[in-house]
C-alpha cells in the first residue's frame, strides 16, 4: 500500500510552520509527525501539499493509495482501522477526516468535501489532532511519553555516567554515542530520552518529560524543566519549560524560553526572553493567519512562535503570545511587538524590509556551518515564502 499524507484547513492554523513544511513535518514529542506515521505502518510516507513544497515533499501515486490527515497523531487502533479501509472508504472522527483510499487517478481531484461512495468508518478510537499554534507545546507531555514507548521498545539503553545524579533511572534512555556528564537528571515525573550523540554538559538540571534528540547539546549549567523538546542538533542553554524546538536552533545562552515552539535553522541571542504569562493573569491572545487577526487561545500560559531562519539579537524581549514569522531579524531594546512578519528586520523602533538575496546569502552561510547545503530547493521555498508573505511587509 502507499500512503500520502495530507494538510487539511489545519494549515492555515499553524502558520509560520507551515509555510516551510508541511503540516506532518511538525515536531511534537520527539519525533515529527511524519516519523510517527512511519513508525507505526513501517513504511515511507508522501506528500499532497502546496505547489512550492512539492519537490522538497513530493507526491507518489500507486494504483492504491491511502491518504493520512497530517494533522492526526497515529495510535494502534487507527493504524488496525486504516487497515480495514475499502477502496473511497473514510475513517472519520467527528466531521474530521483521518484517513481515505483511494485510486491514482482520484487523488488530483481530492476534495475533502467532496467525499462520495462506500459510508465512512467511525474511529472508536479518541485521536489526537494538531489544529492550533499552541497545541504543539500543550500536547508535547503526551506525545514525548508515547514516542519514548514507540522507540525504546525492545531496546537497552546505554549505561549512564556514575558522574551524574540521576533520579528514577528506568524512565531514562540513552542512545548510542550520548554524553552526560556532572548532570542532575530528574525522571519522577516524566521519561528522559536522549537521542543519538546528545550531550548534556557539566552542571546541567534536566526535569522530564524530556526529548532531546539526536545530535542536540544543552549547555552547561542550563535548567530544563519539563514538557519539552529539543530537536535534532540544537544547542540549548539557560531555563526552559514547555517548549518544543524543531531543529538546528540556537539558544546556546541565558535567557528564559517557556511555552514556546522555535523553527529551524532559528538563532536566539544572549539573554533573550519570552514572557508566557501576562500581568493581568487574563487568556493570552495570538495572531492567526487565517483570520488575519489575534484569536483568543483561552491559555494563562503562552511564550513565542518564531518561524524557521528567524532571530534575535542579544537582550531580546519577546511579548506574551508572539508569532513570528519567517526569515526575520528582531533586534533592539524593549518589548517587541506581538506579530513579527516573515521578512522583517528591526524591532521597537520601527521594522524594515529583509530583502530576499540577503537573507538568501545568511541561510548559505549559516547552512555551512552544520555542513549541510543550501540547496535550490530550500532557496526556491525560501523565495517562494518571501513572495507569499509581501503583504503582511506593505506598511514598511
Not at 146 to 163: G, P
Amino acid at each position: 500500500m502507499n500512503y500520502i499524507l495530507f494538510g487539511d484547513q489545519t494549515r492555515n492554523n499553524l502558520l509560520p510552520f507551515t509555510f516551510t513544511r508541511p503540516v506532518p513535518d511538525i515536531r511534537v514529542g520527539i519525533l515529527t509527525i511524519r516519523e510517527k506515521w512511519e513508525q507505526y505502518l513501517n513504511a515511507k510516507t508522501f506528500s499532497l501539499t502546496e505547489d512550492y513544497l512539492s519537490s522538497k515533499y513530493p507526491l507518489v501515486k500507486e494504483s492504491d493509495n491511502i491518504l493520512i490527515n497530517g494533522s492526526i497523531l497515529p495510535n494502534k487502533q487507527i493504524i488496525k482501522e486504516i487497515g480495514k479501509l475499502k477502496p473511497n472508504q473514510t475513517l472519520v472522527v467527528g466531521e474530521t477526516i483521518i484517513a481515505l483510499r483511494l485510486k491514482a487517478k482520484d487523488i488530483d481531484s481530492f476534495d475533502l468535501d467532496l467525499i462520495e461512495g462506500v459510508s465512512p468508518m467511525i474511529t472508536s478510537s479518541e485521536p489526537v489532532k494538531i489544529s492550533n499554534l499552541w497545541d504543539i507545546f500543550i500536547l508535547n507531555k503526551k506525545a514525548i511519553h508515547d514516542d519514548y514507548e514507540l522507540l525504546t521498545r525492545k531496546k537497552r539503553s546505554k549505561k549512564i555516567s556514575s558522574s551524574n545524579r540521576i533520579v528514577q533511572k528506568r524512565n531514562v534512555f540513552v542512545e548510542k554515542g550520548a554524553k552526560v556528564e556532572n548532570s542532575i537528571i530528574d525522571a519522577s515525573e516524566g521519561v528522559v530520552y536522549i537521542g543519538k550523540d546528545a550531550h548534556i554538559m557539566n552542571g546541567s538540571i534536566v526535569r522530564g518529560p524530556i526529548a532531546l534528540c539526536d545530535g542536540a547539546i544543552i549547555k552547561m549549567g542550563a535548567k530544563i524543566y519539563g514538557n519539552t523538546t529539543i530537536g535534532p542538533y540544537c544547542k540549548v542553554g539557560g531555563e526552559v519549560t514547555d517548549t518544543v524546538f524543531f531543529g538546528y536552533s540556537n539558544k546556546v545562552h541565558d535567557g528564559f524560553v517557556g511555552h514556546s515552539v522555535i523553527g529551524e535553522w532559528c538563532n536566539l541571542g544572549a539573554n533573550t526572553t519570552t514572557s508566557n504569562l501576562k500581568n493581568n493573569y487574563e487568556p493570552v491572545k495570538l495572531w492567526n493567519y487565517f483570520e488575519n487577526s489575534f484569536v483568543n487561545t483561552g491559555l494563562q500560559f503562552c511564550g513565542t512562535f518564531m518561524g524557521d531562519h528567524s532571530k534575535c539579537g542579544i537582550n531580546t524581549m519577546f511579548n506574551t503570545g508572539t508569532v513570528v514569522g519567517v526569515n526575520a531579524n528582531v533586534f533592539g531594546t524593549g518589548f517587541m511587538r506581538n506579530f513579527i512578519p516573515s521578512f522583517s528586520w528591526g524591532g521597537q523602533s520601527g521594522f524594515s524590509v529583509f530583502e530576499i538575496e540577503k537573507a538568501v546569502k545568511i541561510a548559505k552561510t549559516v547552512f555551512q556551518r552544520r555542513g549541510k547545503e543550501f540547496d535550490e530547493q530550500e532557496e526556491s521555498i525560501l523565495r517562494s515564502v518571501y513572495d507569499k508573505t509581501f503583504s503582511y511587509r506593505k506598511a514598511y
